[in-house]
């Protein structure tokens, strides 16, 4: 596990949590047109109307993935084959103007990541990955809360997309989740970066994946390899797509649209790609990975 974890400034809670946020998010109100005050304002670090100045924008995409005991065999060795197959399909999803990362944070026994920083998408590779131990999903939690800040992984000098965070599992954490969940979700990167979860095998709990991703839409299931393969490239693609695009609302009421709404719009609309994608999708002739493992 890594000891390098990097303290957090203090927060000042009368701080918009978006404050964190270079704001990558264009939003416009068709309904008003009057001049904004200053105080409604949010404070960002820097000025969303000097985006367009910026010739690249940063995505990291977080992958959280369980290599416990019970991963070993073949759920492991399908997981590793499909992310070796991944990596160039993500290569061609970030447009011209967004530079992609990748950083993989695997917990057992012990919590580690892949690489020591964010690896540009075009210089990854992955490393296969072996299976041991327990299921230190809480832990996982709080190391990628200490990561995800402009301190330490978060630090492009761009203007930054909230992150893609996708956690993949198979089983029941056995270290307490919740309270590494409750640290994440104090963290703004968190709040309003794209989540999605998926549960490989009959044990995984998709009401503890629910908790992490904040809705049932954003959970997908595996049994067998050949849905394994499909659901990782799912949400890995879809997710990639939607969060390296700016999202443009606009309101026929005279409501003030906010980034929040940006964001959770964002999220909203993963979840539909990814039920109808899901939707979609055959069964085959797989054998599940619970049989005879």
């Known amino acids: 596990?890594?000891?390098?974890?990097?303290?957090?400034?203090?927060?000042?809670?009368?701080?918009?949590?978006l404050d964190d946020f270079d704001n990558a998010e264009t939003v416009s109100s068709a309904a008003s047109s009057?001049?904004?005050?200053?105080?409604?304002?949010?404070?960002?670090?820097?000025?969303?109307?000097?985006?367009?100045?910026?010739?690249?924008?940063?995505?990291?995409?977080?992958?959280?993935?369980?290599?416990?005991?019970?991963m070993k065999g073949k759920k492991m060795g399908e997981l590793n084959t499909v992310m070796e197959e991944l990596i160039p399909e993500i290569r061609r999803v970030g447009e011209a103007d967004t530079d992609v990362k990748i950083a993989v944070l695997t917990f057992s026994t012990e919590v580690r990541w892949m690489y020591s920083n964010p690896i540009p998408i075009e210089d990854f590779e992955w490393a296969r990955l072996r299976a041991s131990g327990v299921t230190s999903m809480g832990a996982a939690f709080k190391e990628l809360n200490h990561r995800m800040s402009r301190n330490s992984f978060l630090n492009s000098p761009s203007l930054s997309f909230a992150p893609v965070i996708f956690l993949m599992t198979d089983g029941y954490p056995s270290d307490?989740?919740?309270e590494g969940l409750r640290e994440l979700q104090t963290n703004s990167w968190y709040k309003f970066g794209l989540k999605a979860a998926l549960g490989i095998g009959q044990e995984a709990n998709d009401n503890i994946l629910a908790e992490f991703t904040g809705s049932k839409d954003t959970v997908v299931h595996a049994y067998s390899g050949g849905q394994l393969a499909q659901m990782i490239?799912?949400?890995?693609?879809?997710?990639?797509?939607?969060?390296?695009?700016s999202m443009t609302l606009s309101d026929d009421t005279s409501h003030e649209i906010g980034e929040e709404d940006v964001f959770a719009a964002k999220q909203k609309l993963l979840g539909q790609q990814i039920q109808e994608l899901v939707s979609t999708q055959t069964d085959g002739d797989d054998v599940p990975f619970d049989t005879g493992w």
């Open 1 to 17: 596990m890594s000891n390098e974890h990097v303290t957090e400034p203090e927060v000042n809670k009368n701080v918009s949590p």
């Open 34 to 70: 009057a001049p904004v005050s200053d105080d409604s304002i949010l404070d960002f670090d820097d000025d969303p109307l000097s985006a367009t100045s910026v010739s690249k924008k940063s995505l990291v995409i977080f992958f959280l993935i369980d290599t416990s005991g019970s």
């Open 176 to 178: 307490d989740y919740k």
């Open 233 to 245: 490239k799912i949400i890995a693609v879809t997710s990639s797509q939607i969060g390296s695009k």
